[in-house]
């Protein structure tokens, strides 16, 4: 059964805190992970990794993924109370194509 | 700008009924999944379709069905619905290549 599992699940930081998230997976025919932000509403896509992709930066948001560990990290550097959210680590692959399984999600929060 | 619609964001249903969520894509994507999202769990895979008429059991199917007559509907239908059916669900789509997801706003099921 594939599996990705966060760490850790809850964070509570200061403003201008740096954070970092993790995801590991096992998972069959590995393809891609994704990272996603859900704040009340969907989650919205971040980045997507590959073995052909695997350091993404966006701003203040980072992540990289490691295929001899089979993780990723997602970096937050000088955190904003507007990054509060579920981040959610999702990796595409398994016996179906197109298929993604998700963690847990890491709930995060930035206090003022 | 790609959309995905969930009919309804409120639902609560009687034990035993039967209940039909609705979702339609507007992006031409292949493939559609339905996700249900629980505390501490993180999104779970119920089912996801690759084609029209086309399906495939995800991690957590009990209980669940689902249609998808046309390219842009993915319906799910919960038989007979039970209390610890109460969750939120979402669903999304994604082309499959690349292997984003796209995900409407959920919807929060109540089954008192």
């Known amino acids: 059964e594939d599996k990705v599992v966060q760490s850790p699940l809850s964070l509570v930081v200061h403003e201008g805190d740096t954070v970092t998230l993790n995801c590991s997976y096992e998972?069959?025919?590995?393809?891609?992970l994704l990272w996603y932000k859900q704040e009340k509403k969907a989650p919205t896509f971040l980045f997507m990794l590959?073995?052909?992709?695997i350091e993404k930066k966006s701003g203040r948001l980072s992540s990289i993924l490691d295929k001899k560990e089979l993780s990723s990290i997602l970096n937050i550097t000088a955190t904003q109370t507007g990054d509060s959210a579920i981040y959610l680590c999702?990796?595409?692959?398994?016996?179906?194509?197109?298929?993604?399984?998700f963690g847990q999600g890491t709930i995060l929060t930035v206090h003022p | 700008d790609v959309k995905v619609t969930q009919s309804s964001r409120y639902l609560v249903k009687r034990t035993g009924e039967k209940v039909f969520l609705e979702c339609v894509q507007d992006m031409d994507h292949e493939n559609m999944f339905w996700y249900r999202q629980d505390p501490g769990l993180g999104l779970r895979l119920i089912y996801f379709s690759y084609d029209v008429k086309m399906k495939e059991k995800g991690d957590i199917p009990e209980g669940y069905s689902v249609s998808r007559e046309k390219k842009e509907r993915f319906s799910l239908i919960l038989e007979s619905a039970s209390t610890n059916q109460t969750s939120m669900y979402l669903c999304?789509?994604?082309?499959?290549?690349?292997?984003?997801?796209?995900f409407g706003q959920g919807t929060r099921l109540t089954v008192v």
């Open positions: 590959t073995s052909s992709g």
């Open positions: 999702a990796v595409g692959g398994g016996t179906s194509y197109g298929k993604l399984t």
């Open positions: 999304a789509s994604s082309l499959g290549t690349p292997p984003e997801a796209f």
């Open positions: 998972v069959t025919n590995f393809r891609s």
